[in-house]
Nanobody
Framework: VQLQASGGGLVQAGGSLRLSCTIF????????MGWFRQAPGKEREFVAA????????YYADSVKGRFTISRDNAKNTVRLQMNGLKPEDTAVYYC?????????????????WGQGTLVTVSS
């Protein structure tokens, strides 16, 4: 199983980026896909998650109202639309799959991880 994340880059504060993550090598059923991020010197933290059925997503308070997670099951892809970016959003962003069908926010509850994509927000 391989998760490939893309879409990171450098953006000014207030700008937008869209991250994508595609699963290769396996088709999961009834799973959860999530986004996490890790800033230098900090622990990996939850950003957003969505179930296989695309039901009500789950967001960290710090991104609620600015970020939107969505998925395209036909393409085995999850996306993270990030608007109103702030310098404190700067981090490496990781996508992950949880093979149990309930929304969780702990990195320990996710089974497969992508390689990460760097998002840098300048002030």
């Amino acid at each position: 199983v391989q998760l490939q994340a893309s879409g990171g880059g450098l953006v000014q504060a207030g700008g937008s980026l869209r991250l994508s993550c595609t699963i290769f090598g396996r088709t999961f059923s009834r799973h959860v896909m999530g986004w996490f991020r890790q800033a230098p010197g900090k622990e990996r933290e939850f950003v957003a998650a969505i179930t296989w059925s695309g039901g009500t997503p789950y967001y960290a308070d710090s991104v609620k109202g600015r970020f939107t997670i969505s998925r395209d099951n036909a393409k085995n892809t999850v996306r993270l639309q990030m608007n109103g970016l702030k310098p404190e959003d700067t981090a490496v962003y990781y996508c992950a799959v949880r093979s149990v069908y309930d929304l969780r926010s702990s990195p320990n509850d996710y089974d497969y991880w992508g390689q990460g994509t760097l998002v840098t927000v300048s002030s």
